[in-house]
Structure formats: structure tokens, C-alpha cells
């Protein structure tokens, strides 16, 4: 599966990409913001995490910048299970931050996921990661209010984060009433 927007191409990690993987997520900038299972930190835990088998309705991408000169990895999005909720996951490299790849990231993938069939999207953002909340918000994500401890593996502790959700039913019949 793959997404093209105006500025960036999203597609599924490829061998090729375990280099420049390696070397974006060596940054603790980076993973720190990340409640997920940690992500690949070596060649071998590139190699698995990019041979991983993923479910057809939960897709993973990373984010390439398209530009004439080539194509930076600009960072990686995808939908996971988080109990019995479908929960977004997004990180974005330090160096292409406050470019609004990631609220262009993030609408994109959420079409995707009604057009998938689902019909509410979670995430999830640490409390000092104020950020991440106004992607969050840009992207259609309304603030629940709610406020859970997550662990961080990058942290090596639990940290409170605020808790998002997106119904994308709503979030249609907004685009057709506005069209």
C-alpha cells in the first residue's frame, strides 16, 4: 500500500532503508516521544522490524519526502492495535520538524483508514510533548480529556499522556457538509 500527497510519498520500509532507519532513529529526540515497542536501534533489529509481517487493516509507512533531488526519509506513521481501540503512531525526524509533514502525514493515513473501514482512530501524546498535540489537532484529533501513564521504552518509564481521538464518520460528514 502506498500514499502519495503533495509534498511526500508514505509506502511500506524496505531493506534498502535500513541505513538511514538506523541512523534517524538513533536520535533520542526522536524515540523519546514514542510509546511503542522500541524501535529498531541495530542492523538486526532493522532487518526484523522491516521483514515484520503486518496486518493488511493496520498499515505501516515511512514518510519520504518527494522533492527532484531525491527522496530524505522524513519519518514513519502507522495503525496498531492498543487493546480493543486502533491507535495511530507517528515520529518525525528532528531534522524536518515544523514543516507540517506530519498533520499532512497524519490526514492522509486517516483517509486511508476509512476508506479501511475503521471508524475511530486513537492516539496518544505525552504530556510534555505539547507538539505533538497540535499535530494532533491540526489532523482532525479532538483532546479527550483523558490522561493515562504510558510507558516509553526510549524513557525506561511509565509518563503520563494525553489521550486523542478521531471519528472519522464525523470527520466525513464534515468534509461533505463543508464541500
Known amino acids: 500500500m502506498f500514499i502519495r500527497t503533495e509534498r511526500l510519498f508514505l509506502r511500506p520500509g524496505w531493506p534498502e532503508d535500513m541505513d538511514e532507519l538506523i541512523d534517524v532513529l538513533g536520535d533520542d529526540e526522536v524515540t523519546r516521544n514514542l510509546a511503542i515497542v522500541p524501535l529498531p536501534a541495530d542492523l538486526e533489529d532493522t532487518r526484523s522490524y522491516l521483514s515484520q509481517r503486518r496486518e493488511k487493516l493496520l498499515p505501516h509507512f515511512l514518510i519520504y519526502l518527494r522533492t527532484a533531488s531525491g527522496s530524505p526519509l522524513v519519518g514513519g506513521i502507522g495503525l ?24 499532512e502525514a497524519m490526514r492522509a493515513v486517516l483517509d486511508q483508514a476509512r476508506l479501511l473501514g475503521h471508524r475511530r482512530i486513537v492516539a496518544s501524546q505525552f504530556a510534555d510533548n ?39 464518520d464525523a470527520s466525513a460528514q464534515r468534509a461533505f457538509a463543508q464541500a
Open 130 to 168: 505539547a507538539d505533538s498535540a497540535r499535530v494532533l489537532e491540526s489532523a482532525g484529533f479532538a483532546d479527550t480529556g483523558a490522561i493515562h501513564c504510558r510507558y516509553s521504552p526510549a524513557r525506561r518509564r511509565e509518563a503520563p499522556a494525553r489521550i486523542f481521538v478521531a471519528n472519522l
Open 80 to 103: 496498531g492495535r492498543d487493546g480493543r481501540d486502533v491507535e495511530l503512531g507517528y515520529w518525525i525526524a528532528r531534522s524536518q520538524r515544523g514543516r507540517g509533514f506530519a498533520g
